[in-house]
């Protein structure tokens, strides 16, 4: 049955609706008359509507709008109680003006802009650095404001917790290391030398290296969440109102656990990853053990493990520092957390990899 | 009686969005006083720029006499100690217990004796009723007993100044009733001024004896004075329809 009828008479568009108005489409054809040059006024009749729904509303709200952006007077008859009231509340209050587009800006003024706001992220972050490593080396003067059971429990998450997987994780790399030396060395003969590989590389970087992505997954990463939450449930905005430094409260305990710890899981890092290499020279390559143990000793030199245990101390602070920082500036919603937490694994790892660098060119330089 | 807060021309907002422009007011020593309006005017704001959570666009307030934003990271640090506040969620702290919670303060800026401060927070904790729960961790309380919780731990240092951010935010009527009583009963006995973030009706008739109205519309204040007066001699339509849920016309 069709329920819209309409005619044009006298510069008058009259429309009848009736029978039941539900799950109409907008009746273009009849819109498209609006338009027409002659029609001064517009008027709708309801008096055979049986029921309706919000098709109805839609369509007589644009005819409405149209007719009210056209000038020409819209004048409804016989409508049921719900839809007139629906109608007044829709129109009730007028549409939240959008804002003007910003003026599209050229090139230069938007790398400008992208310059200036790394720049601004480089500052603050180094602002922030430099604040919690003031109180983390004034610490033994100005007794930080924090608990000591914050520490031991960081000191344990950080510490004996993250040991099963760095050991593994050092071990697999240690084989995998020894596997791709092997291939090398055997062309010459010298398969013998895969201890010396494998002893140098762990100590000196790898292991370091390992240990500090395994912890910017583990440790920065919930570093990020949990500080992060404690922006959401405003626990920080607490700390502020009542005089709590958040640096001394919350990042100084475990930028401390973790610089701490990390230097003790390189070690065993270290350790894991030449028995890693032994379990393929021994195994694998027929190397007699005695021989493998004795030239992964001559190998070992106290400079590289140095160097290693440097290496693992830097990355402490990178580690603990890029998830304290991504915590502390989460924004208040959920959301917030989730990309805290991923840049400050992101930027933890990529800091590391920045420090490395720096580090081997320094070391090089002065012929370490 | 003297003025505990008094803000002058106070202009608060983010960035280049202001929420209040120049807004004069004054909290007395005893108030109950309650910063109310619709969603979006900027309460909650101004609660931030009162606790030194972010800084005014423009103006000052002082506090208890000091200009705050003037005043230096020592003089911020003993206001900070003579003021307490309760978050909407009660923000306590997650991995501690509620005697830890209420100890922080404590222990941080009092000379008192471990025993002692374990029995002043057993006393803070009996005054909001929950006395028996020192050892439960906040996740083990219901919502209601967060907020009774974090008010103790407002409460600690026998505060001058405590703020609330929408309190009742959360409750059952019940629960929400119960904590009007108990503001009332720390205003009445302690003396404590309260300075109320709300826009429940029945708390704000309930405790409310001075308050100003932050209208969203024109990013001022538009009414002040008691809540009761003014639902009597509404000085706007805005202010009318507010404190009748919109019965007025």
């Not at chain 1, 369509?59 to 109608?87: E, R, S």
């Amino acid at each position: 049955m069709e329920n819209l009828t309409y005619k044009i008479s006298n510069g008058v568009l009259r429309l009848d609706i009736s029978g039941d108005y539900k799950n109409k489409n907008l009746p273009e054809v009849f819109l498209a008359q609006i338009k027409s040059p002659e029609i001064k006024r517009i008027e709708i009749d309801a008096k055979d509507l049986n029921s309706w729904d919000s098709s109805l509303l839609v369509m007589l709200l644009d005819i409405y709008h149209k007719a009210t952006a056209l000038n020409i007077k819209f004048d409804g008859k016989n409508f049921p109680n719900g839809v007139q009231k629906l109608i007044e509340l829709s129109l009730a209050v007028k549409p939240q003006q959008e804002p003007p587009l910003p003026a599209k800006q050229s090139f230069l003024d938007c790398f400008g802009d992208f310059g200036l706001h790394i720049f601004h992220t480089f500052m603050k972050g180094a602002k922030f650095a430099l604040s919690n490593l003031r109180t983390f080396f004034w610490a033994p003067v100005f007794k930080p404001v924090s608990r000591t059971v914050d520490f031991w429990f960081a000191f344990q998450e950080c510490g004996p917790k993250a040991l099963p997987i760095v050991l593994l994780i050092s071990f697999m790399v240690g084989l995998i290391l020894a596997f791709v030396g092997a291939i090398q060395l055997q062309i010459f003969g010298a398969q013998v030398y895969v201890a010396s590989l494998v002893t140098i590389g762990m100590t000196r970087i790898i292991g370091a290296i390992m240990v500090g992505i395994i912890m910017a997954g583990r440790t920065g990463a919930s570093f990020a969440a949990t500080i992060g939450t404690m922006q959401v449930n405003e626990e920080i905005d607490a700390l502020k109102t009542m005089g709590v430094k958040t640096e001394e409260f919350l990042i100084f305990p475990r930028l401390k656990a973790l610089v701490i710890s990390m230097p003790i899981l390189t070690m065993f890092a270290d350790f894991a990853g030449i028995l890693g290499g032994a379990a393929v020279g021994i195994l694998a390559l027929d190397i007699p053990s005695s021989e493998y143990f004795r030239y992964a000793y001559k190998a070992w030199h106290l400079r590289h493990f140095l160097v290693g245990i440097f290496h693992a101390l830097v990355f402490g602070f990178i580690i603990a520092l890029s998830g304290c920082y991504f915590g502390v500036n989460c924004g208040r919603d959920a959301d917030s957390v989730g990309t805290s937490t991923t840049k400050s694994v992101v930027y933890g790892i990529v800091w590391m990899i920045i420090a490395t660098g720096l580090i081997t060119f320094c070391l090089q330089r002065m012929h370490i | 009686m003297e003025n505990v807060i008094q803000a002058k021309n106070l202009t608060i907002g983010y960035g280049p969005k202001v929420l209040l422009r120049n807004a004069d007011f004054a909290v007395k020593e005893g108030d109950i006083f309650i910063i109310m309006g619709g969603s979006g005017c900027g309460k909650s704001s101004l609660l931030k720029v009162l606790t030194g959570l972010i800084p005014p666009l423009q103006g000052s307030f002082d506090l208890l006499g000091v200009d705050f934003n003037r005043a230096s990271s020592e003089q911020k640090s003993l206001l900070r100690q003579k003021t307490g506040i309760l978050y909407q969620s009660g923000a306590l702290f997650s991995s501690m217990t509620l005697a830890e919670n209420i100890a922080m303060p404590l222990e941080q800026y009092s000379a008192y004796s471990p025993s002692t401060i374990d029995e002043l927070v057993r006393l803070k904790l009996s005054l909001v009723g929950l006395s028996g729960y020192e050892n439960y961790y906040p996740s083990e309380i219901s919502g209601g007993m967060k907020k009774r919780a974090g008010l103790a731990r407002a409460l600690a240092l026998d505060p001058k100044v405590v703020y609330f951010d929408e309190p009742s935010a959360g409750l059952d009527p019940v629960s929400s009733a119960r904590l009007d009583d108990l503001m009332l009963e720390i205003n009445a006995n302690l003396g404590t001024t309260l300075v109320v973030v709300t826009h429940e009706l029945q708390s704000i008739f309930n405790i409310g004896n001075n308050s100003i109205y932050l209208d969203a519309a024109t990013k001022t204040i538009t009414g002040s004075g008691s809540p009761k007066d003014l639902l009597k001699n509404p000085p706007n339509e805005r202010i009318a329809q507010f404190l009748t849920r919109g019965k007025e016309k």
